[in-house]
């Protein structure tokens, strides 16, 4: 089952390389970008494209981060709980064997 699943993420990797190639061969335009305060040089469509959803992916990662640090907090504290919650019925469990000997 675990080479498929490799197998099947190779196969998924393989297509977006390609894509990935395919669009940036086929957006070869240069275009300059006018941003309000500063010009940015030219350079080929695909690649500001790119740079755009990379931009994308780090600020909505960084937008995640909150909700990720708050339930890994929240799954410690679960788990100490849990941990505690194990000890007392261990205890409570030899108590009884005690009782009944």
Known sequence: ???IKGLFLAVILLVVILTG???AVNNQQTIG?????????PVSLS???LAALAVGV???MM?????????RALL???ERQNKQQRKE????RTQELKELA
């Not at 970008?33 to 040089?41: A, C, H, K, R, S």
């Not at 937008?63 to 339930?71: D, E, I, Q, W």
């Not at 019925?89 to 409570?92: A, T, Y």
Request: hydrophobic share 70%.
């Open 89 to 92: 019925l261990d205890s409570l």
């Open 21 to 23: 190639i395919l669009f």
């Open 76 to 78: 410690a504290r679960a």
């Open 47 to 49: 690649v500001w494209l």
């Open 58 to 60: 780090v600020l909505g």
């Open 33 to 41: 970008l006018n941003l309000i305060w500063v010009e940015l040089p």
């Open 63 to 71: 937008a995640m981060l909150g909700v990720y640090v708050r339930l």
């Open 1 to 3: 089952m675990r080479w």
